[in-house]
């Protein structure tokens, strides 16, 4: 695909498969498009990797992390569950919305909780809030850890963040889903994957490997999940779809 832009005759040329069209450069086709591209030059540039929250690196795109605060405190969840550590930034940044909201935990698991990170992440003012556990996060002695102590009556979110692989993310989808409170959400993020096949960066196996692919698969098997993004709170925009790096994450547990 090439895309042109003519700031002054205010279009977009898209050629695409031997096709050329025009159309309105501040229109609904050409925001989907230059969003696209923005979110494919974003990543190989590494724009996600510029921002923390209260002081940990989060390596997500604000606009993702804009809509998990607007499900979390609409859920109020007792429990969310991350598998993917890292610096710790996204386990800080749900345990801050849940403190403010003035209940829940948070379980960050991780196949290896790098010493510095956890040192960070146990010295942080949240701590108290947050479990770490170090394993594979579909091994069955893990999976039990962390949602040990899960309630009956607690609601419960989950977010996949670990290998990003077509099979890992469908395990992980297996292996959470039973806990997800129907109305809640168990999200496969970065399925951003399947666009940056082809960006320097990127590699051409995620055209298919990628955690998107696996979330359509998990909601073929398992009708009582649904793709479905969490509907947004407010808006006096014409637009219906977030700019997100996680396209088809969101898989709601029908009530």
Known sequence: MRLTIDTDAKILTVDEAGERRDVDLYGQE???????????????????????????????HPDDMARVQEVIYALKPDVIIETGVAHGGSLVFSASILKLIGKGRVVGVDIEIRPH??????????????????????????????????????????????????????????????????????????????????????????????????AEAFAARHPDFVIETPPWPFNESPLDQPVTAWPNAWLKRLR
Do not use: C
């Not at 942080?124 to 594979?136: F, V």
């Open 30 to 60: 050409a925001f989907d498009l230059l969003a696209l591209q923005w979110l494919k030059t974003s990543w190989n540039r590494k724009y996600s990797y510029t921002f923390s929250w209260m002081g940990r690196p989060i390596i997500q």
């Open 117 to 214: 990170n956890r040192k960070a992440i146990e010295a942080h003012e949240l701590a108290p809030m947050i479990t770490l556990i170090e394993g594979d996060s579909v091994a069955p002695q893990v999976v039990a850890q962390a949602t040990a102590g899960i309630g009956p009556d607690d609601t419960v979110l989950v977010f996949l963040d670990s290998n990003h692989s077509y099979a890992h993310v469908l395990a992980e989808l297996e292996a959470y889903h039973h806990i997800v409170t129907p109305g809640s959400y168990i999200v496969a993020t970065d399925g951003l994957m399947r666009d940056l096949w082809d960006v320097p960066r990127g590699d051409p196996s995620w055209r298919h490997d990628n955690p998107a692919a696996a």
